[in-house]
DNA sequence: CCGTTGTGTGAGATCGATATCATATTTGGA
DNA sequence: TCCAAATATGATATCGATCTCACACAACGG
């Protein structure tokens, strides 16, 4: 069925030379004929020579292939990333793996365990946990690149490239209270994840600097999931004594806690105002367009691929841990609850 | 640097066994006494030994991995297909290599030739161009294992899973002129891609049925991007005698037509009635919602992988072309035009 | 005219895993 | 007891490309 393909041998029978010549004439390198060069190169033209990738890859010991490995592949932000990541290793001929962890650290861990069999040359990993990371320290032990995306392990030592989540949290919350609010609910991803932890943080920060208490029946988790953001935001909304504001800690959740509130009947901003952190293209589309904490996302992926070829090209600078700042968008989510004083 | 990893060799060393015992300890075929074999998998698992799946696949030819390649990888169309494709193939110990086409049909050509030099055991792909297939059509010949999905090409003679997109757009386009619309407005994707052909014949088998003219100044060709959907639009909605309605052929061009929209100040659907191909989740999320053709997008991915894994496992049961049929949603972005008699 | 560089080429080792083949060694049945 | 079958193991070829090594031959200076 499958033909075979033509390997080096045929084009060197067929250019009437060795395997040694015709692989020199083919890469140029060493001591060539004129003539029995332009003989393989015809040769291997006329037969259409490939080259076997896995061949040569068992040779030099490396697979021209990076592997990603995003929390999940149809969170547009991963997406947009992945796409830049590709555009950019495609300039140095690499191809890109992306399998996704599905933030669970089990699959993580097999997934760069069967990628690292494969040779692959370094990764780009939004790790799924902050805690479990003993097979990522094992790898950057190894000397295998690694460069950590969207969430940094303080304890893998290698290159990252994150964003200011506290920071960006701070602002939007500090936002809130500047427009009134003091009871701000917040949707919050399993604290596993290193990204719910400094928004969190910054979330709390942004309370106390105001004297405000960190009331936990404020606070619900989710998951990064427009259902899961649906289900929490109804919960968060049934409790006792509702909060007035939201935060939500990524754009999926930002999305279903938009539905969920639709589905109680709750106006934004008239009853909750709103204010999420990713900024997607659904957010201008809403009525009122919702506020959000942009991340400089066109930034991430090229900046990720970079560091990451620094390191298989040998590169042993000192570790590089980027963090963009993030910039907070005033749209239309946000206004001051119902008997808050003017201030 | 990077430590070199541990080889059969090491294990087998280690057991005090040959190679061939090992491997056959490893894998489980043969003849190897208990001992031996406790030994080599002690060793083994001592060593962390992880096997080479580079030196496999050179020596049986084939890698575990399956290329896919989408026109773009940030449409969530074919984000969620990457992600069930992701899923469904690591159930039979295949990895993912994602390369975006960016529509491009010569960037299809090169990156299927880089994969299959890769000798990767099969690919996933929507086909960039209706025409230009001759690539494919070679691949198919060498008996290279292809899927096609979104986009099915007469002249490829290989498995595909595709969707009634002539019948969608007639029932989107119906359903238009049954509001009353006479003037219906077509945003379409470049002719060269078959989703965009198989579209536009539903769009004018529609009006054709009802007896209506294909205007052609009616009729404007962006790409499957928001951004050139937005400037579409606006182009279309500029002209003389403008639609009263508009049938956009993709998810991405429908959010383009309604942000266009927006910004010439026209209403969906006081002013302009809007129904898309391919539902996507901002179209909950406007209001008033979009009227849409639904595809059964959660069926195309696993299918597709059923039908690839069947050849890759040697099937020669004959082409298989599924199509599934779409479903109009029923939203409410369609109302009669101003003056149009109730029916 | 002979040794030294400089060219051009092929034989063969190598990467790591696997499979075939040949060679022991044991077991079982007649 | 003896031979055949069953069991166990190692040596080695193989996959395809690359690269070192050794060898051949030319050109060149002394």
């Not at 365990?113 to 799924?128: C, E, K, Y």
């Not at 709103?274 to 400089?296: E, R, S």
């Amino acid at each position: 069925m499958a033909q075979k393909a033509v390997t080096l041998k045929d084009v060197a029978l067929a250019a009437n030379v060795s395997r040694a010549t015709a692989a020199r004439a083919l890469n140029g390198y060493g001591y060539v004929g004129g003539e029995a060069s332009a003989r393989v190169l015809q040769a291997a033209d006329r037969l259409g020579y490939r080259g076997n990738r896995v061949a040569q890859a068992l040779r030099r010991g490396q697979l021209p292939l990076i592997g990603f490995m995003p929390g999940d592949i149809q969170n547009p932000f991963f997406a947009r990333i992945a796409h830049d990541v590709d555009v950019e290793l495609r300039a140095s001929n690499h191809n890109l793996l992306i399998a996704s962890s599905e933030e669970d650290p089990e699959q993580e861990m097999e997934l760069l365990d069967s990628l690292q069999s494969l040779n692959v040359r370094g990764f780009i990993v939004a790790p799924t946990s902050a805690d479990d990371n003993a097979h990522l320290i094992r790898l950057v032990n190894e000397g295998v690149p690694i460069v950590l995306i969207d969430r940094a392990l303080p304890d893998v030592a290698c290159d990252s490239v994150t964003v200011d989540n506290e920071g960006g949290a701070r602002e939007a919350v500090n936002y809130l209270i500047a427009n009134g609010h003091r009871r701000i609910g917040l949707v919050q991803d399993d604290s596993r994840i290193t990204t719910a932890r400094g928004r969190l943080a910054g979330y709390i920060q942004a309370l106390k600097s105001h004297g405000l208490e960190v009331d936990e029946s404020l606070i619900i988790v989710s998951r990064s999931t427009v259902e899961y953001a649906i289900d929490a935001t109804i919960r968060l909304f049934s409790r006792p004594s509702r909060p007035t504001a939201l935060f939500t800690v990524d754009s999926l959740m930002t999305q279903g806690a938009l539905l969920g509130l639709r589905s109680m009947g709750l106006a934004v901003p008239h009853d909750v105002s709103l204010v999420g952190f990713d900024d997607f293209n659904l957010a201008t589309f809403t009525d009122p367009q919702i506020t959000v904490v942009a991340q400089p996302i066109a930034q991430i992926g090229p900046l990720a691929v970079k560091l990451l070829l620094q390191r298989i090209n040998g590169s042993s600078e000192p570790q590089h841990n980027a963090q963009f700042p993030t910039r907070l968008i005033v749209r239309g989510s946000v206004s001051r609850p119902a008997g808050a004083p003017l201030r």
